[in-house]
C-alpha cells in the first residue's frame, strides 16, 4: 500500500536559519508531488508542485524553494527563513489529475 | 489563472440537519476536475467527494452530494443528516485537465455540527 511521510512534525526555527523539510512517498511510482502551506487554520496555498524528478513548478515567488532529488521524495527548503514563513505545511502526492490526493501529516513551523 | 471561492469564512448546523457549502471556481478549461475535502482537527486531509466535469451527473457519496453547475462555475456540497463528527474545515479544489497538474483548493469553511 502507499504510504506519506513527512518530516518533522514540528519545528521552531530563528529567522535567518535555513530550512529543509522533507516529504517521501512509499509503494507508487512516478507521483505527482505538492507542498501548500496553511497559515493559521485556514486555506491551502499552493507553493510548488512537481510531475518528475527534477521538474518544479513554482506558484507563489518567495523565500522557499522546492527539489525533487528522487522519483519519489520531495524537499522544501529555505536558505533564510522569515517570520512569514510561519504555518502548517503539507506535502501530498497523487498519480493522476483525476484522482484523490494523498497528504502528509504536516509540520508545524514556528519562525522565531 | 485558476482560482477556487469559498465565500462562507464559517457555518453552523444542529446535528441530523442539512447544510450546503458553496463553492465557485474561475476556469477557462472545459474540462477538470472538482474535489471536496475534509480537514478535522487532527489536521488530516480526507477526501470526501470528487467531480468530472464531463459528466452531468452530480455526484453522491452516502450523506454527502454535490449540486455542480458547470455554466455557473459552481460546486456546492450538501451534507445531509449532519453528524457531530462532521465537524471540520471543508475545502473545494479544483484541477485543469489541460495538461496541468496544479491542484488549487479555496480557503475553506470552518463547519461545527451542535448537538
Same mark, same amino acid.
Given at each position: ?7 518533522? /512534525? @514540528?519545528? +521552531? ?9 522533507? #516529504? ?9 508531488? !505538492?507542498? %501548500?502551506? &496553511? ?9 510548488? !508542485?512537481?510531475?518528475?524528478?527534477? &521538474? ?34 503539507? #506535502? ?14 504536516? =509540520? ?5 | 489563472? &485558476? @482560482?477556487?471561492t469559498q465565500s ?10 442539512? +447544510?450546503?457549502?458553496?463553492c @465557485? ?7 477538470? %476536475?472538482?474535489?471536496? !475535502?475534509? &480537514? ?12 468530472? /466535469? %464531463?459528466?452531468?451527473? $452530480? /455526484? @453522491?457519496? $452516502? ?29 473545494c479544489?479544483? =484541477? ?10 479555496g480557503k475553506g469553511t470552518?463547519?461545527? +455540527?451542535?448537538?
Amino acid at each position: 500500500s502507499q504510504t506519506i511521510h513527512q518530516w518533522p /512534525a @514540528t519545528l +521552531v526555527q530563528p529567522v535567518g536559519s535555513p530550512l529543509s523539510l522533507e #516529504c517521501t512517498v512509499e509503494g507508487t511510482s512516478n507521483p505527482n508531488l !505538492y507542498w %501548500y502551506r &496553511q497559515a493559521a487554520g485556514r486555506g491551502l496555498q499552493l507553493l510548488f !508542485y512537481s510531475v518528475g524528478i527534477g &521538474q518544479i513548478s513554482s506558484e507563489v515567488p518567495q523565500n522557499l524553494s522546492a527539489s525533487r532529488p528522487q522519483d519519489r521524495q520531495f524537499i522544501l527548503s529555505s536558505k533564510k527563513l522569515l517570520l512569514s514563513d510561519s504555518g502548517f505545511y503539507l #506535502c501530498a502526492w497523487r498519480v493522476q489529475m483525476n484522482t484523490e490526493a494523498f497528504f502528509g501529516q504536516g =509540520t508545524r513551523l514556528t519562525v522565531v | 489563472a &485558476q @482560482t477556487v471561492t469559498q465565500s462562507q469564512p464559517e457555518m453552523s448546523v444542529q446535528e441530523a440537519e442539512t +447544510v450546503t457549502l458553496s463553492c @465557485t471556481y474561475d476556469t477557462s478549461e472545459n474540462n477538470y %476536475y472538482l474535489f471536496w !475535502y475534509k &480537514q478535522p482537527p487532527s489536521r488530516q486531509m480526507i477526501l470526501v467527494i470528487r467531480q468530472e /466535469a %464531463y459528466k452531468q451527473q $452530480n /455526484a @453522491t457519496e $452516502n450523506r454527502f452530494s454535490v449540486n455542480f453547475q458547470k455554466a455557473a462555475k459552481s460546486f456546492s456540497l450538501k451534507i445531509s443528516d449532519s453528524q457531530l463528527g462532521d465537524t471540520a474545515m471543508y475545502f473545494c479544489a479544483f =484541477t485543469p485537465q489541460g495538461g496541468s497538474e496544479k491542484l488549487v483548493f479555496g480557503k475553506g469553511t470552518k463547519l461545527t +455540527v451542535n448537538p
